[in-house]
């Protein structure tokens, strides 16, 4: 159910000891398509925030030392109260390409029925 709490089903094997993928020092742009209540987003943040720091301390690191970057992405941002919020050096990387009201969207991949049926209804 949309809104209600965030799952984590998969992630990728950044914060192991077995990762070899380095996220120190980069700019890493988070690309959702909407963001509603923001609680993905914030959720999202906070999980990759947290890989950093585990290989900042594998790197003998301070946190916040390597000054890995996060921006985000939207396609659709929801002008509405968001239930949480996100840190503002992240804000300062935040880019919806459009804003729109508190309204439910339904994308393509929501259909139930066969797209062409979609694409009937979106005439
Ligand atoms: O700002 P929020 O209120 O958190 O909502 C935004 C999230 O909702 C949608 O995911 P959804 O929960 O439908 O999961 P899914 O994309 O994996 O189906 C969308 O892909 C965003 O990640
Ligand atoms: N499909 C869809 N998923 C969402 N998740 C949060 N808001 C929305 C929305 O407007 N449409």
Same mark, same amino acid.
């Given at each position: 159910?949309?809104?209600?709490?965030?799952?984590?089903?998969?992630?990728?094997?950044?914060?192991?000891?077995d990762?070899?993928?380095?996220?120190?020092? +980069?700019?890493?742009?988070?690309?959702?398509?909407?963001?509603?209540? +923001?609680?993905?987003?914030?959720?999202a943040?906070?999980?990759?925030?947290?890989?950093? +720091?585990t290989q900042?301390?594998?790197?003998?690191?301070?946190?916040?030392?390597?000054?890995?970057?996060?921006?985000?992405?939207?396609?659709?941002?929801?002008?509405?109260?968001?239930?949480?919020?996100?840190?503002?050096?992240?804000?300062r990387?935040?880019?919806?390409?459009?804003?729109?009201?508190? +309204?439910?969207?339904?994308?393509?991949?929501?259909?139930?029925?066969?797209?062409?049926?979609?694409?009937?209804?979106?005439?």
């Amino acid at each position: 159910m949309p809104g209600v709490q965030v799952t984590k089903t998969q992630w990728l094997n950044f914060g192991g000891a077995d990762s070899l993928v380095s996220l120190l020092g +980069r700019k890493i742009l988070i690309v959702d398509e909407v963001d509603d209540s +923001r609680k993905t987003l914030v959720y999202a943040v906070a999980e990759l925030l947290k890989d950093i +720091r585990t290989q900042e301390i594998q790197a003998g690191m301070q946190p916040g030392e390597s000054n890995t970057e996060i921006g985000i992405f939207v396609v659709y941002n929801k002008e509405k109260p968001k239930a949480e919020e996100l840190p503002e050096a992240i804000m300062r990387n935040y880019y919806p390409a459009a804003t729109t009201p508190d +309204r439910w969207l339904f994308f393509p991949w929501d259909c139930t029925t066969d797209i062409s049926v979609h694409t009937e209804l979106s005439k």
